[in-house]
């Protein structure tokens, strides 16, 4: 599956090139992992990249390894939350949650932060603001699917 999921991501970007017009770094949506073995067989959205990097004909500026941004510890998912303020506050927990280890790379960097759900935005807020505070000068998304909030 996740190979498909590359192959969209990159047929999208491919079609649509005035989306990565002076983007510097395409990132997954950090997860929480002990390991870099770890990650390929548990981290869907950094799998997808890893695939994307192994599959692109045009030389996107996919960044993996090292990671711009990394998560620290394990955080409640935004799809186990019921209300706004369940949502707030995990969005505040990954926020803090949240680390990039080398700030001078993500300086004044255009970064788009791939996710395979978007539902609310919250995750993919608090990552922004971490990246922002790190010295990024902006930050996008792009999500696989949109999903209905409940």
Not at 31 to 60: C, F, M, P
Not at 92 to 110: I, N
Not at 130 to 137: N, V
Request: hydrophobic content about 45%; charged content about 25%; cysteine-free.
């Amino acid at each position: 599956m996740g190979g498909i999921f590359a192959r969209i991501i990159l047929g999208h970007l491919y079609t649509n090139p005035e989306l990565v017009d002076g983007v510097d770094a395409i990132i997954p949506m950090p997860a929480y992992l002990k390991s870099h073995q770890a990650r390929k067989g548990n981290d869907h959205t950094g799998y997808v990249i890893e695939r994307a990097i192994l599959e692109d004909d045009e030389n996107l500026p996919f960044v993996l390894d090292p990671p711009l941004i990394e998560k620290t510890r394990a955080t409640l998912g935004m799809r186990d939350t019921g209300s706004l303020m369940e949502r707030q506050l995990a969005a505040e927990a990954l926020y803090a949650a949240l680390h990039v280890p080398d700030p001078a790379r993500v300086q004044g960097q255009r970064v788009m932060v791939y996710d395979d759900v978007f539902t609310a935005g919250s995750s993919l807020n608090a990552v922004a603001r971490r990246l922002k505070a790190s010295g990024a000068a902006k930050v996008y998304g792009l999500t696989l699917a949109r999903a209905q909030w409940r």
